[in-house]
């Protein structure tokens, strides 16, 4: 059967690697996808970049089940037209999007049903805002309303970065995503990804995980789509795991079915957990993370396309995920000028060398006359399996370091906070 995987960013790579893999499988198509895509085994790219294309190449190739990856398309209600057609896809609708689509409408909604959240207040009046800046003082969050592709959330430490990320974004930095802003309460605590597939009604939890937002070794620099991510997350033990399950992800669920919205979809919480061990919602996402989903898909060990039929036949009380019990850590590697405007066409090179273990995924690349060439901001992720974080943070920094393109820029301390935690 085919798979059609939407997307062009190392989520969809790691995704449809992993899709490829099944012995159900005879071939991966990849819409628009990148350079990796493009010459891996299994795999094809198929240009695509509207609804209308999905559905022709979804009609055209007979595809058994389309997964959707980013967030654009769930927001322009591509699982909508699919199901109108009577085509099967794993994705939410455009209202259940809303969780994502909308910071305010997430907000209110946790309020609704008593999910746990930091405090926060909506403004689309710019007096207003600083008002509350100057009331609330910092450090102090601002955020987008919108979709703004993971740079909609700036974490002032000072009440002057605060005033200057609102005149940003309600000045129009973001587009549309800023045409309000959420002035949220700044929470302590260490931040993990708390993934799931949902059916609806039933919910199975994916492996946890922790991504690096900033830039910069340390948690310095302004913040990013994400520099790199490991998996199992320390933070999150057994008991904080369940915890999760009943005060945030099942309330939402079923918070959503009881407003006429029933969930379908991968479904990420974004939680704070303080130093006494209370769970906080930061963030919905309406799809998996990235670079959240490589350490993920490396980790998984079931036949992904077995778990996917059953998220959309509405039967995941009947499956279970096998993992491995190793860790996973993915290191990004970034386009010279990321996370601003970033440089594209570099020539890359070391990408042909295999590790054991080991896996390249790409997300900002194309190819251009033979070559691999960077196309976007974070280029790729390499990604490594090892009995603890400390190895699979060497073998994927070893192979990183073979890997090269002008301007290129990488953290050198992913998994640190697992390194320092008593369980990592």
């Known amino acids: 059967m085919k798979i059609l995987v939407i997307g062009s960013g190392g989520r969809e790579h790691a995704l449809a690697w992993r899709i490829a893999q099944s012995p159900r499988v005879s071939r991966v198509l990849v819409s628009p996808g990148n350079g990796g895509t493009a010459a891996q085994d299994g795999m094809i790219n198929v240009p695509g970049h509207t609804v209308a294309d999905w559905l022709r190449i979804a009609r055209d190739e007979n595809v058994h089940l389309t997964v959707v990856g980013p967030e654009a398309p769930l927001a322009e209600g591509v699982v909508d037209a699919f199901r109108a057609a009577g085509l099967r896809i794993f994705g939410p609708t455009r209202a259940a999007a809303q969780l994502e689509g909308s910071k305010d409408f997430a907000k209110q909604f946790m309020l609704r049903h008593g999910i746990p959240t930091a405090r926060s207040a909506t403004f689309d009046n710019a007096a207003a805002a600083h008002a509350c800046i100057e009331r609330e003082g910092a450090p102090v969050v601002i955020k987008?309303?919108?979709?703004?592709?993971?740079?909609?959330?700036?974490?002032?430490?000072?009440?002057?970065?605060?005033?200057?990320?609102?005149?940003?974004?309600?000045?129009?930095?973001?587009?549309?995503?800023?045409?309000?802003?959420?002035?949220?309460?700044?929470?302590?605590?260490?931040?993990?990804?708390?993934?799931?597939?949902?059916?609806?009604?039933?919910?199975?939890?994916?492996?946890?995980?922790?991504?690096?937002?900033?830039?910069?070794?340390?948690?310095?620099?302004?913040?990013?789509?994400?520099?790199?991510?490991?998996?199992?997350?320390?933070?999150?033990?057994?008991?904080?795991?369940?915890?999760?399950?009943?005060?945030?992800?099942?309330?939402?669920?079923?918070?959503?079915?009881?407003?006429?919205?029933?969930?379908?979809?991968?479904?990420?919480?974004?939680?704070?957990?303080?130093?006494?061990?209370?769970?906080?919602?930061?963030?919905?996402n309406c799809r998996m993370g990235d670079p959240e989903t490589q350490p993920i898909m490396m980790r998984l060990k079931s036949d992904f396309t077995v778990l996917l039929d059953h998220a959309v036949a509405g039967t995941l009380d009947q499956v279970e995920a096998e993992w491995d019990r190793r860790c996973a850590v993915g290191v990004v590697m970034a386009a010279h000028g990321y996370p601003g405007t970033p440089r594209r066409g570099d020539a890359i090179s070391g990408l042909d060398e295999k590790a054991a273990d080991v896996e390249v995924f790409h997300a900002g690349t194309a190819l251009a006359d033979g070559r691999v060439v960077t196309a976007g901001g974070r280029v790729l992720c390499v990604t490594a399996l090892a009995d603890n974080v400390r190895q699979a943070r060497q073998r994927a920094y070893e192979r990183a370091e073979r890997i090269h393109f002008e301007g290129r820029q990488m953290r050198s301390d992913i998994g640190w906070r697992a390194l320092a935690h008593p369980r990592g």
């Not at 970065?161 to 587009?175: F, I, N, R, T």
């Open 144 to 284: 987008a309303d919108g979709l703004a592709a993971g740079k909609g959330v700036v974490v002032a430490t000072t009440t002057a970065e605060a005033h200057q990320a609102v005149d940003d974004m309600l000045g129009g930095s973001l587009g549309g995503a800023g045409h309000r802003v959420l002035i949220e309460q700044f929470l302590s605590g260490e931040e993990a990804s708390f993934i799931v597939m949902v059916d609806g009604q039933h919910v199975l939890a994916l492996a946890s995980s922790q991504d690096h937002k900033r830039l910069l070794d340390g948690d310095q620099g302004p913040n990013t789509g994400g520099m790199g991510a490991y998996s199992p997350a320390p933070v999150v033990t057994p008991a904080m795991h369940g915890r999760i399950m009943r005060e945030i992800i099942l309330p939402t669920v079923a918070g959503m079915a009881a407003e006429g919205v029933s969930y379908t979809g991968f479904l990420y919480a974004g939680v704070m957990i303080d130093p006494d061990g209370h769970p906080q919602t930061l963030e919905f």
